[in-house]
C-alpha cells in the first residue's frame, strides 16, 4: 500500500430527508457540528484553512456562490472558498480539490463539504433542475430526463445481456434494507422485488423504486496532510488512491452506450495510486442514481464480467454480508441523494465503517473502503479509495 | 466553422447534417470544430440519411416540466450509420409498440418560439 495523498480526520452528515424548514446553509451547520465534535483538538476549527464546497444546482434555492455563503454560515468569515460543481460528483469534486491543496503543500487543513436542499421545489422542476446535467442541444431538447437516460443504458443492458427487471430490482431491496441500520437515511423501509416491480413506471423500463430520491441533506469532512492527523484523531483514515476523468456529456456519443468506461478508468487510477487490487477492498460506496447504475458498476469496477453485474446480486454477492459490500449506507437509492452532498456522504460512511463505528451496518474488520461518484450520465467520474491505520 | 446554431437551421430546412473531418473521416454528430478523434480543425459538413435504427429506447411517463403537455413519450437512441447516432422523441402510449432494432424516420416540425432557442422539435416515425 502506497503512502498516503490526505488522511481524513472528521466527517459529519446531516440526516437526509425532506427536511422542510431547514436551508442549505442549515442542512451543512448540521453536518459541520457533527465534523468538529469528533475532533479531539477542540479548536480544529481555526486550523482549517481552505475550504471546498460542492453544489450542483443554482434552481433549487435561488442562490448561486455558494461557497462564501455556507462558509459565513460555519463561522467563517476570511476563507479562501471555492465552489465545484460536477453534477451528482460535485462533492467529489470538492474532495479532488482538497486533495490537490494538500498534496500541493500550499495546506495543511482543508474542509470538504456539500450540500443540496431539492425538496423547495415540485418533482417537476427537480426533474428539470437535474437533467441540466445532461447535454442541452441534444439530450435535454429531446425531453428526455435522467431516468430517461439511464433507462436507455438499460433497455440495451437487458437486449444485449439478459440482464433482468428482476435484478435490478434486487439492488433496491438491497439498498433499503441497508438503509434501515442507518438512521440518518432518508427512507427506513424495507421493500420486495414485487414492490418495485409493481411501482409506477417513471422511464420504461425504470419504475419508481429503480430511482434515487429527491433528498435534503448535507455531509463534510475534514482533511489534513497525513503527517499531522493523528494531532485531530487517534484514529485517522487516510486517503490512498484517487481517479478522475471525463467523457462525452452525451450518451449518443458513447461508443457501447451501456458500458460507462469512464468508471473503470478511475477505478484502475484510485487503486493503482493505491496499490492494491480491487479483490483488497473490503466495503464500497457506488453511485446507484438508479438501479442500473450499480448493476453497470460491478462490470466497470471489475468484480464482474459484462453483462454479469445482475448475477453477482442474485448471488447475494454485494449484501452486507457478502464477499464484496456495496452500499452498506442505503445508497443514493435508500439513505437518499442530496446531488451536491453526495459523493462527500459517500467518504462520510467510509469514515464509520473503516473506524468501526457504522452500527448494525458494520462490514466486520473493514480496512480498505472504495467510493465511486459520478456526475450526469458518467460523463464526470471520481473514484476515491480509503484505508484505516489499524 | 461548424456550430450547432447552423446545424438546427439546416435540420429545420430539414436536411440532417453531421460534420465530417477531413483528416481521418470522422462524423460528429452533434456537429463540432474539433474533431474528438484525432483533434484537426479541418472539416466540412456531411449529409446523413434521415433514417436510422433505434439502438435503444425508453418510455417516459413523468417528463421535465416543458415536456410534460406531451407526456408520455419515448426516446430512441437512433444508429444512422456506424458510430453515428441521434436521438427522437415518439408519440407512442407503450413501449411494447417498438423495438431494438426498428426502422424509423427523423421529422422535423418546426418550433414558433420567438426566444431562443428556435431549433426545431425532432420526432420519429416507424417505418413499416
Redesign the interface.
Known amino acids: 500500500m502506497n503512502k498516503p495523498l490526505a488522511s481524513i480526520v472528521a466527517a459529519g452528515c446531516s440526516k437526509f430527508g425532506k427536511r422542510t424548514g431547514i436551508m442549505a446553509r442549515e442542512l451543512l451547520v448540521e453536518a459541520f457540528l457533527e465534523a468538529i465534535s469528533r475532533s479531539k483538538d477542540p479548536d480544529i476549527r481555526r486550523k482549517i484553512k481552505v475550504g471546498f464546497f460542492g453544489n450542483f444546482s443554482e434552481m433549487y434555492e435561488h442562490q448561486s456562490h455558494v461557497a462564501p455563503l455556507l462558509a459565513d454560515w460555519l463561522g467563517f468569515h476570511d476563507l479562501p472558498v471555492i465552489r465545484t460543481e460536477d453534477a451528482c460528483a460535485s462533492g467529489s469534486a470538492a474532495l479532488r480539490s482538497a486533495i490537490f491543496a494538500i498534496k500541493s503543500g500550499l495546506y495543511d487543513v482543508a474542509l470538504v463539504a456539500g450540500v443540496e436542499k431539492m425538496n423547495n421545489r415540485k418533482?417537476?422542476?427537480v426533474?428539470?433542475g437535474l437533467?441540466m446535467a445532461s447535454d442541452f442541444?441534444?439530450?435535454?431538447?429531446?425531453?428526455?430526463?435522467f431516468?430517461?437516460i439511464f433507462?436507455?443504458?438499460?433497455?440495451?443492458h437487458m437486449?444485449k445481456y439478459g440482464t433482468t427487471e428482476t435484478q435490478m430490482a434486487l439492488v433496491a431491496v438491497k439498498n433499503h434494507k441497508n438503509a434501515t441500520m442507518n438512521p440518518k437515511a432518508h427512507m427506513q423501509k424495507i421493500i420486495t422485488v414485487e414492490d418495485v416491480l409493481k411501482s409506477?413506471?417513471?422511464?420504461?423500463?425504470?419504475k419508481l423504486y429503480d430511482c434515487s430520491l429527491i433528498t435534503d441533506g448535507a455531509a463534510c469532512v475534514i482533511i489534513t496532510k497525513p503527517e499531522i492527523a493523528e494531532n485531530f484523531t487517534d484514529n485517522p483514515v487516510d486517503i490512498i488512491g484517487s481517479g478522475s476523468c471525463s467523457d462525452?456529456e452525451?450518451?449518443?456519443?458513447r461508443?457501447e452506450?451501456s458500458e460507462i468506461k469512464g468508471i473503470g478508468k478511475a477505478t484502475k487510477e484510485a487503486l493503482e495510486m493505491a496499490g492494491i487490487k480491487i479483490r483488497n477492498v473490503d466495503v464500497a460506496e457506488l453511485h446507484d442514481c438508479f438501479t442500473i447504475a450499480e448493476i453497470i458498476e460491478y462490470e466497470e469496477i471489475g468484480i464482474a464480467e459484462k453483462g454479469y453485474g445482475g448475477k453477482l446480486l442474485e448471488e447475494g454477492a454485494t449484501n452486507l454480508d457478502g464477499w464484496f459490500p456495496v452500499n452498506p449506507s442505503g445508497g443514493l437509492k435508500a439513505k437518499g441523494h442530496p446531488v451536491g452532498a453526495t459523493g462527500v456522504a459517500q467518504i462520510y460512511e467510509l469514515f464509520l465503517q473503516l473506524r468501526g463505528e457504522a452500527g448494525q451496518r458494520q462490514v466486520k474488520g473493514a480496512k480498505v473502503g472504495l467510493a465511486q461518484n459520478m456526475g450526469g450520465s458518467g460523463s464526470t467520474h471520481f473514484v476515491h479509495v480509503l484505508s484505516n491505520r489499524i | 466553422m461548424v456550430t450547432i446554431e447552423e446545424f438546427y437551421e439546416r435540420l429545420k430546412e430539414g436536411e440532417l447534417y453531421g460534420a465530417k473531418c477531413k483528416r481521418c473521416g470522422n462524423i460528429s454528430l452533434p456537429p463540432r470544430e474539433i474533431c474528438p478523434k484525432c483533434f484537426s480543425t479541418e472539416n466540412e459538413w456531411y449529409k446523413l440519411p434521415k433514417v436510422g435504427e433505434i439502438e435503444s429506447y425508453t418510455f417516459i411517463t413523468v417528463a421535465p416540466k416543458n415536456f410534460e403537455s406531451e407526456a408520455p413519450y419515448a426516446v430512441c437512441i437512433v444508429k444512422i450509420i456506424d458510430s453515428v447516432k441521434f436521438i427522437g422523441r415518439m408519440k407512442i402510449d407503450d413501449p411494447k409498440e417498438i423495438k431494438i432494432g426498428d426502422k424509423v424516420e427523423f421529422v422535423i416540425e418546426k418550433n414558433g418560439s420567438e426566444t431562443w432557442p428556435s431549433w426545431p422539435k425532432i420526432y420519429l416515425k416507424k417505418l413499416s
Open positions: 418533482t417537476n422542476e426533474l428539470e437533467a442541444a441534444i439530450e435535454q431538447w429531446s425531453g428526455l430526463t431516468a430517461g433507462a436507455l443504458m438499460a433497455t440495451w437486449h409506477k413506471v417513471v422511464a420504461w423500463p425504470l462525452h452525451s450518451l449518443i456519443e461508443e452506450i
